[in-house]
């Protein structure tokens, strides 16, 4: 398997390329890449509702089941549509389910941290309930800010993996060299 990952070491310096570049245009124009992530997931939506459509009609054409294939490729569809339609209510839907999980987690994790003896780590259970409350409330009073914090971290993780990649391709390439014997 290395010398597989040596021989094509230039795929990595792609992903390398590929992932700062968006890391940075995710740090630089949150806003565009907000916009950009909806739309992906709209086209996406669209596309697996029309193959799901499709895989339903050829069932239906075999004689095997086909309704739940149709009713997800309709329902795929109209997502893809509305999310298209409606960029920004889609961001606002995201933001409102991550602040509804971390305000439900939150308050099950103090509910668990009082069942927990206090040596068994009860209070750090307790920050990390507290830290998804706080989050979720946050969510729920600034959504805008919310998706931008959002954008950023993706941003920032994007640089990092990139970063990560790229250091990978060339130490991989260093060891190019040493696998052809030039």
């Not at 507290?130 to 989050?135: D, F, L």
Request: net charge positive; proline share 2%.
């Amino acid at each position: 398997m290395v010398s597989v990952l040596v021989r094509n070491w230039w795929a990595f310096v792609a992903r390398g390329v590929l992932a700062v570049l968006f890391g940075l245009i995710a740090l630089l124009l949150p806003g565009a890449t907000m916009l950009s992530l909806v739309l992906v997931f709209a086209v996406y939506a669209l596309a697996d509702g029309v193959f799901a459509i499709i895989s339903a009609v050829k069932a239906a054409k075999h004689g095997e089941r086909w309704s739940f294939l149709a009713l997800e490729g309709v329902i795929g569809i109209l997502l893809g549509a509305l999310a298209a339609t409606f960029p920004a209510m889609t961001i606002a839907v995201f933001i409102a389910l991550i602040a509804a999980w971390a305000l439900i987690t939150g308050c099950l994790m103090l509910a668990a941290a009082f069942e927990l003896d206090g040596d068994h780590g009860r209070w750090w259970l307790v920050l990390g309930g507290v830290a998804s409350i706080a989050y979720g409330a946050l969510l729920v009073i600034a959504p805008l800010i919310g998706a931008l914090v959002l954008t950023w971290w993706i941003g920032a993780y994007a640089l990092v993996f990139g970063v990560s990649m790229l250091i990978l391709a060339f130490k991989l390439k260093a060891k190019v060299h040493a696998l052809t014997g030039a």
